[in-house]
């Protein structure tokens, strides 16, 4: 045991430290299980005592001293009227411990982490027990060890969750080694694919040689996804495999859109003017199998744009006037404000009718198709029009979708 006395400027304060020495006890018995190293509590000796019986021990303890010396230890059979001549059969014996030199501690035979549980233990702590007045055990939070070379803030990329079965079938190893294939996801080889020739661990980065140009380059593990072989066999040789996949997703988008467009041309009636089939004639339901692939529209009609997609929905049932036509899919239209839309399908469109009667239409389907005329009267129960041609004054009545308001800019009445 070993003292340490510590006295500030003022010589008001003094205390003490301990050095404990603790035995690590070992079970012969059972080899398999460790015993627990106990460290056990040491009763520290009060200094004040021990240099009271230091000055017995010299004969120059008062009075005053020993009165001190028997209240610090307890001692209750002192008289403090007895005189100086019966101090020597008035003499206090206090039992020192006897007091032995600890051996030098082996700091190698106990782990650190389980110092302070030996010290508790000494203290009467049992394991599964926890500390206070409350029994109950809270639960250790281990935090993770944070990865080599990643920055304050930053987080370690996680696995894609998407692909996960995809990987599992085609069998790609959780642990990025040497030989394994990866793809460069970000920075200067964003997008090629190559082989890992060796890792830095502790710099988290790969010596990579791509697949394209065989040139060897460094980059780091938070960058590159593991892939399959069957992906690199296919995709590897391309020089950039995100062009590949833009321009890949473009033509799909424009097959997609021209499915759409045939499918449109058969939807392109009117919730509130149009009807079904079933009131249609039979002279005006001929020839209507190939409706779908005939150009109806014209320049310098009224239609009625219903693309709900082009330009997010802002011109959805505007009415346009055509201004010029060169195929189903590349016609010009000005809007309200003057405005020109070009590339726009045949699809996006449906005929529009005046809404008083003795206005000019245009007849865009049919027998009569082409022609110029005047609409006389609107059937709307039954969905034909009224009209009297320009060139011939001949009355005729036609469907709906087969005529469609005149708008040019200019006053001619002739015929398309």
Not at 50 to 68: H, P, S, V, Y
Not at 112 to 127: N, P, Q
Not at 287 to 314: H, M, P, Q, S
Not at 367 to 383: F, I, L, P, Q
Request: net charge neutral; charged share 40%; proline share 2%.
């Amino acid at each position: 045991l070993v003292l340490f006395r510590v006295s500030s400027y003022s010589s008001i304060f003094q205390f003490s430290f301990s050095v404990i020495c603790f035995n690590y006890l070992s079970d012969d018995e059972d080899k398999k299980k460790k015993s627990a190293v106990v460290i056990p509590l040491v009763q520290e000796h009060d200094w004040r005592v021990a240099k009271l019986l230091a000055l017995e021990k010299e004969g120059k303890l008062t009075e005053e001293d020993r009165a001190r010396l028997a209240i610090l230890t307890g001692d209750q059979t002192f008289d403090s009227s007895n005189g100086a001549g019966n101090s020597s059969t008035e003499s206090i014996v206090v039992k020192e411990e006897e007091e032995k030199a600890p051996d030098d501690a082996d700091y190698k035979a106990v782990a650190i982490e389980d110092f302070g549980l030996a010290i508790l233990r000494g203290c009467g702590w049992k394991d599964g027990e926890g500390i206070g007045r409350r029994p109950q055990v809270v639960p250790l939070r281990i935090l993770p060890r944070r990865p080599n070379g990643l920055g304050l803030g930053a987080t370690p990329k996680q696995p894609d969750q998407k692909n996960g079965a995809k990987k599992q079938d085609e069998e790609v190893e959780e642990e990025i080694k040497k030989d394994s294939r990866i793809r460069v996801m970000t920075g200067r080889y964003k997008g090629l694919y190559g082989k890992v020739e060796s890792r830095d661990d502790d710099n988290n980065c790969l010596f990579v040689k791509l697949a394209v140009g065989g040139e060897h380059v460094k980059v780091s593990l938070f960058a590159v996804q593991q892939v399959s072989k069957k992906e690199y066999a296919r995709d590897s040789k391309c020089i950039n495999k995100s062009d590949y996949d833009r321009e890949k997703e473009k033509i799909e988008k424009r097959n997609n859109e021209a499915v759409r467009d045939n499918r449109k041309d058969d939807n392109r009636r009117d919730r509130g003017e149009r009807s079904k089939d079933k009131y249609r004639e039979k002279d005006g339901s001929k020839g209507r199998t190939t409706e779908k692939e005939e150009l109806w529209v014209r320049a310098d009609l009224l239609v009625r744009f219903i693309d709900e997609d082009y330009k997010k929905g802002r011109y959805f049932k505007e009415k346009m006037r055509v201004v010029d036509v060169a195929s189903r899919r590349d016609i010009s239209l000005e809007d309200s404000q003057g405005k020109i839309h070009y590339g726009i399908s045949q699809s996006a469109l449906e005929t529009v009718l005046p809404r008083l009667e003795k206005s000019r239409v245009i007849i865009v389907r049919g027998k009569y198709k082409g022609h110029s005329a005047t609409m006389e009267e609107k059937d709307k129960r039954r969905c034909r029009v009224v009209a009297r041609l320009h060139r011939s004054n001949e009355i005729i009545s036609v469907d709906f979708d087969d005529v469609c308001q005149h708008q040019p800019k200019d006053d001619d009445d002739d015929d398309y």
